[in-house]
């Protein structure tokens, strides 16, 4: 079984701060997705990354795979309040047949 | 936006009774999946599809079954619920089974007493 840990669980920061959220695993994936997610509805897909060591920006988020393809980061500049919500890794990989392991998530709060 | 509805979105029954779950998409995509959403626990797969009447277990199958007679219909059903099934299900959808790009619907959220 592959697994995916987030860390922090939780992070409440100021708006204008800066923040990274991690997501490892003792596996290789051949593809990791972030999620978002917000009260009361489904997660929405943010980005994916595939190649080792890539890097993709999406406005102020950057998302980053590691070279082995074992972890990830999201980092987020100048956080907002509407960035608030629960964000998701998830991981495809050869061990578990092309389905999505998702990890627990990271409960962002941006106080105004 | 993935077309997908779930229905009903919120439900209240009890223990014993049987419960059914649809998710409805419009994308004509092949595979489709049920997960279950608890706090601590992530998102845990039940069951997938991967076309009509092709279907598979996941993760945390014990309990639950799923049809899909028609490409746009994926059925969730809780033979007999239990209060440990009380969740937040999530259906989604996804053009091909090794993409791990998932499109979910706004979620079912069941209770059982």
């Known amino acids: 079984t592959q697994l995916l840990e987030q860390s922090p669980q939780f992070l409440s920061i100021q708006e204008g701060e800066n923040l990274t959220v991690y997501c490892n695993s003792s596996s290789v994936f051949s593809s990791l997705q972030w999620y978002r997610q917000e009260p009361g509805e489904g997660p929405v897909l943010l980005v994916t990354v595939v190649t080792g060591g890539e890097v993709k920006k999406l406005k102020r988020l950057t998302f980053q795979f590691g070279d082995a393809r074992k972890d990830s980061s999201l980092h987020i500049t100048a956080a907002q309040p509407g960035d608030t919500g629960l964000y998701l890794c998830?991981?495809?990989?050869?061990?578990?047949?092309?389905?999505?392991?998702f990890g627990d998530g990271t409960t962002l709060t941006v106080k105004p | 936006d993935a077309g997908i509805t779930q229905s009903p979105r919120h439900k209240v029954t009890e223990t014993g009774t049987p419960v059914t779950l649809r998710c409805h998409q419009t994308?004509?995509?092949?595979?489709m999946y049920w997960y279950r959403q608890d706090p601590g626990h992530g998102l845990r797969l039940i069951h997938y599809s991967y076309g009509v009447k092709d279907t598979d277990k996941g993760e945390v199958s014990d309990g639950y079954s799923v049809s899909r007679s028609k490409t746009e219909d994926f059925l969730l059903t809780l033979e007999s619920a239990t209060s440990s099934q009380t969740s937040v299900y999530f259906c989604?959808?996804?053009?091909?089974?090794?993409?791990?790009?998932?499109?979910f619907g706004e979620g079912s959220r069941l209770t059982v007493l």
């Open positions: 994308e004509n995509h092949r595979y």
């Open positions: 998830a991981g495809v990989g050869d061990t578990n047949a092309g389905k999505s392991t």
């Open positions: 989604a959808i996804s053009g091909g089974l090794n993409t791990g790009e998932l499109f």
